[in-house]
């Protein structure tokens, strides 16, 4: 290592040329704990809104676990969503309101744990946020602290001119520093108000009206983008062309500017029963019991394991002296 003496006495142009060497051989870093600035660093939320302003489709996938994040990862999606959809097509329950914020929290922090750049988002899920303001605010930190790979967390809103609660919470936590995506359209947690799983916004024009209002006061508290689920593809494209924050559609239209997925839908983990927006783009569950079945089969039948293939060995001499000394005990 260059001491300060070296440089000191190496003259001018020698000195520009051990400068030159040092910032090679020791690449800047904010903190010494940081990565190389050479190493790819994760998506950000201006990123995300590059992609945006170029035109270039934003893709996010759900994730629950290492294994689903890895896969998402391993695909370059530029988000995963960590859902509380993960309360139905991962743990099994009823409904996405069942799971509690400890619980949910298990999933986010299993999912940050992969390695990749995609942009993290983590929902708040059913009775996180509706009790306070302060409480809501404090459950936020604590997702964000979960991992610094958190980058966002997502709220379902109902439309402006029913939920006046959502919208000042938000801007609430945009006020603190704390990304925030809006849900809404389709919003699960709200399902029994809504009247059940059903498209909105395609009967009522009033309803469109509201929508695109609640779209834009999300906008106006501190929305950085916002999920619309369940929407004709006309409205949700109407939508779009109204605001100036990145749209992710589900189940509505290519119009958006992105679009999300769950990943047990797309890849079909739970067989072929998926809701009409859903494409399957592989069917893991018919491939995975197959698997199983085979293996089933296997063992019944002793073909495996097979000795010469699947276990260890040890040396024949070594194993006929463990033989001969146990005879002779």
């Known amino acids: 290592m260059l001491s300060s003496m070296n440089l000191l006495k190496t003259g001018g142009r020698s000195l520009l040329t051990a400068q030159k060497f040092v910032l090679r051989a020791y690449p800047y870093r904010p903190y010494s704990s940081q990565p190389s600035p ?24 759900t994730a629950y676990d290492y294994i689903t994040a890895t896969w998402a ?54 009775g996180s946020f509706e009790k306070s303001i302060p409480y809501a605010i404090g459950n936020a930190i604590d997702m964000m602290k979960l991992d610094e790979n958190v980058t966002s967390v997502k709220l379902e809103v109902g439309l402006h001119t029913k939920d006046h609660y959502t919208p000042q ?17 389709l919003t699960p947690q709200r399902a029994h108000s809504l009247g059940g799983f059903k498209v909105q916004a395609n009967k009522d024009m009033n309803d469109v009206k509201e929508l695109l209002e609640t779209a834009k006061l999300l906008q106006s508290v501190g929305c950085w983008s916002m999920v619309l689920e369940c929407v004709p593809h006309k409205v949700a494209t109407w939508i779009q062309s109204q605001l100036r924050i990145p749209v992710i559609g589900i189940g509505a239209g290519n119009g958006t500017a992105g679009q999300v ?14 809701p009409k927006f859903v494409k399957q783009y592989e069917s893991l569950e018919e491939k995975a019991v197959k698997a ?23 040396k024949e001499e070594q194993w006929q002296d463990f033989l001969k000394q146990q005879e002779d005990i």
């Open 38 to 61: 050479d190493l790819k660093r994760p998506i950000t939320i201006p990123d995300i809104h590059s992609k945006y302003a170029k035109g270039v489709p934003i893709t996010m996938c």
């Open 73 to 126: 990862q391993r695909a370059h999606s530029d988000m995963i969503l960590v859902g509380d959809s993960l309360a139905m097509t991962s743990l099994g329950y009823p409904s996405t309101t069942t799971i509690s914020l400890q619980e949910f929290q298990y999933h986010v922090k299993s999912v940050c744990r992969s390695q990749g750049t995609s942009l993290i988002v983590a929902d708040m899920p059913f």
């Open 169 to 185: 919470l938000i801007k609430e936590l945009s006020a603190r520093g704390i990304p925030v995506m809006g849900h809404i359209g």
């Open 261 to 274: 997925l769950v990943v047990s839908d797309l890849l079909g983990m739970l067989g072929t029963s998926v």
């Open 292 to 314: 199983i079945e085979d293996y089933r089969t296997g063992v019944a039948e002793k073909t495996f394991p097979e000795n010469s293939i699947h276990t260890f060995k040890i």
